[in-house]
T-cell receptor
């Protein structure tokens, strides 16, 4: 299984600012995923990030709000831009697991926007 | 429109007894169903899965049952242990992506 770390683990940010979340994997992976879990809600896929190509965003998420970088096969960043209190969530990155349907998740970044 | 629903936000069982967590879905195109377990301040970890062509998969204390006609799956944990206390997410796969339910918080009391 892959070991995934995320930075920061938590942050409290002011409305209107931006935060960049880092995701590091201990092995090379093709696909990385970014999820959001709002309070009391399910994990929702924001985008899929492949190295060397632009991220693919799910319905309801746009690149201007959630720009993603994928500079190599072990690292990705997600930026939450121009934050509002509605962006307060846990943000998780994940990678494909050993089987086609399994994913390994990082510990998450708990973001609070005031 | 929720495609994967976990209607019980919480469940409490006694140690040694059976825990049954339920999940309903609406999309008959899902090809795999998975259960993830999540402890506080950690990411979800994969627990067990089942293909849409199966009706049961067992792994130790964990068994997942799939009823396609009812679009329902359940996770059985027998016997339940205090260390099983966590949030359990049901997930379904379609077109390579996972769609998650809201989770059920299981508390196993000694």
């Amino acid at each position: 299984s892959a070991v995934i770390s995320q930075k920061p683990s938590r942050d409290i940010c002011q409305r209107g600012t931006s935060l960049t979340i880092q995701c590091q994997v201990d092995s090379q992976v093709t696909m990385m995923f970014w999820y959001r879990q709002q309070p009391g809600q399910s994990l929702t896929l924001i985008a899929t990030a492949n190295q060397g190509s632009e991220a693919t965003y799910e319905s309801g998420f746009v690149i201007d709000k959630f720009p993603i970088s994928r500079p190599n096969l072990t690292f990705s960043t997600l930026t939450v831009s121009n934050m509002s209190p509605e962006d307060s969530s846990i943000y998780l990155c994940s990678v494909e697991g050993g089987s086609a349907y399994e994913q390994y998740f990082g510990p998450g970044t708990r973001l609070t926007v005031t | 429109d929720q495609q994967v629903k976990q209607n019980s936000p919480s469940l409490s069982v006694q140690e040694g007894r059976i825990s049954i967590l339920n999940c309903d879905y609406t999309n008959s195109m899902f090809d795999y169903f998975l259960w993830y377990k999540k402890y506080p301040a950690e990411g979800p970890t994969f627990l067990i899965s089942i293909s849409s062509i199966k009706d049961k998969n067992e792994d130790g204390r964990f068994t997942v049952f799939l009823n396609k006609s009812a679009k329902h799956l359940s996770l059985h944990i027998v016997p339940s242990q205090p260390g099983d206390s966590a949030v359990y997410f049901c997930a379904a796969r379609t077109q390579g992506n996972l769609i998650f339910g809201k989770g059920t918080k299981l508390s196993v009391k000694p």
